[in-house]
Structure formats: C-alpha cells, structure tokens
C-alpha cells in the first residue's frame, strides 16, 4: 500500500460517509461496505483486471452485493470501478468503520491472544481501555498462540505488546541478541 493510497482511501471514506449521513445510513453504509469489500475482496483480481470492461466490471458487482447493499453503497462501488480505484475498497471500508466509531464515541481495539478471553476478561479488559481512550471501547479479539501467553492490543495509534512473545523479543534486543 502506498501512502497516497491510503490518502486518496480517506478522502473517499470521507465523502462516502458524509453522503451517508445526510441520508441517514451512516451505519447500514459502513456495515454494506465491511460485508462487500470481504466479498468482493474474493473476486478483486478480476475487478482489477484492465481487460475486463467497466460495464463487466459494475454488472459483476451488482451481481455479487447489489441485492444486499444500499443503493449509495452500490453507487460508490461503481465508482471506484470508473475511477479505476476499486484496490482502494478495503482501506475505504476501514476508514468509513473508524468514522463511524468517532461518530459515536467509541474506539474499536483489535486485541490479540494467546489463549481465548472469559468474559470476565473481556469486560476487565474493556474497562481498562475504556479508562485510558476516555471513551467507549469495541474488542475485536483474535486467538493467536504465537503470543505463547498474554494479549497484544492496538487502539487507534497506541499499540501495546503485552505478550509473552513481545517481552521475550524485549529483552533479547536489550542483551543484543540476533
């Protein structure tokens, strides 16, 4: 990904969003684009394809999400595929995701595990970072032995390596090992 992708996915997650709430549909867009874009991220390549026509292009995607999608949302997908932007539709769906969070005051953590969370250790957690962000906080808990134990969580910018692996990694930098 390059950094003017990631630029030009924001500016196109803006806009989106912005038509979405005039309309009222903030939350089915950013819930149409999250499905579609996992979807379509399945037949991308031959969305990408320059020798497959834009009209292919767009009938491909009604056929794939044009019954379970928003018309806006359709719209947008046709024109990224116009644009010849449609490698841009999963950074625009993580964007839109992250505005609609900021819209309703809350953050979304993505944490990472070595074993599965209880829900008391969900809700410690959650509490926790609720404390720290000052405001609402959405797990997206991932199993991952190669922690080997703890949990690692990114919030926004913030990253914190609580693991068993990340602590070992530590200190093997901090003795100067390879």
């Given at each position: 990904?390059?950094?003017?992708?990631?630029?030009?996915?924001?500016?196109?997650?803006?806009?989106?969003?912005?038509?979405?709430?005039?309309?009222?549909?903030?939350?089915?867009?950013?819930?149409?684009?999250?499905?579609?874009?996992?979807?379509?991220?399945?037949?991308?390549?031959?969305?990408?394809?320059?020798?497959?026509?834009?009209?292919?292009?767009?009938?491909?995607?009604?056929?794939?999400?044009?019954?379970?999608?928003?018309?806006?949302?359709?719209?947008?997908?046709?024109?990224?595929?116009?644009?010849?932007?449609?490698?841009?539709?999963?950074?625009?769906?993580?964007?839109?995701?992250?505005?609609?969070?900021?819209?309703?005051?809350?953050?979304?953590?993505?944490?990472?595990?070595?074993?599965?969370?209880?829900?008391?250790?969900?809700?410690?957690?959650?509490?926790?970072?609720?404390?720290?962000?000052?405001?609402?906080?959405?797990?997206?808990?991932?199993?991952?032995?190669?922690?080997l134990g703890g949990v690692s969580?990114?919030?926004?910018?913030?990253?914190?390596?609580?693991?068993?692996?990340?602590?070992?990694?530590?200190?093997?930098?901090?003795?100067?090992?390879?």
């Amino acid at each position: 990904m390059q950094t003017s992708d990631r630029t030009l996915a924001s500016r196109y997650a803006r806009a989106l969003f912005a038509c979405a709430c005039d309309q009222g549909e903030e939350e089915s867009v950013a819930r149409d684009l999250k499905a579609c874009a996992r979807v379509l991220a399945a037949a991308g390549s031959l969305l990408r394809d320059p020798r497959v026509s834009t009209a292919e292009k767009k009938n491909l995607v009604m056929q794939i999400v044009g019954r379970q999608a928003r018309p806006l949302t359709v719209d947008f997908l046709d024109l990224l595929i116009e644009e010849k932007r449609f490698n841009l539709v999963l950074l625009v769906a993580q964007d839109v995701e992250k505005l609609l969070a900021q819209k309703r005051q809350r953050a979304r953590a993505k944490v990472r595990a070595a074993r599965p969370l209880s829900d008391d250790d969900r809700r410690r957690l959650r509490e926790r970072l609720e404390r720290f962000a000052g405001c609402g906080v959405e797990l997206e808990v991932e199993e991952d032995p190669d922690l080997l134990g703890g949990v690692s969580v990114r919030l926004g910018d913030w990253v914190l390596d609580g693991s068993l692996r990340g602590q070992l990694e530590g200190i093997k930098e901090a003795i100067g090992g390879d």
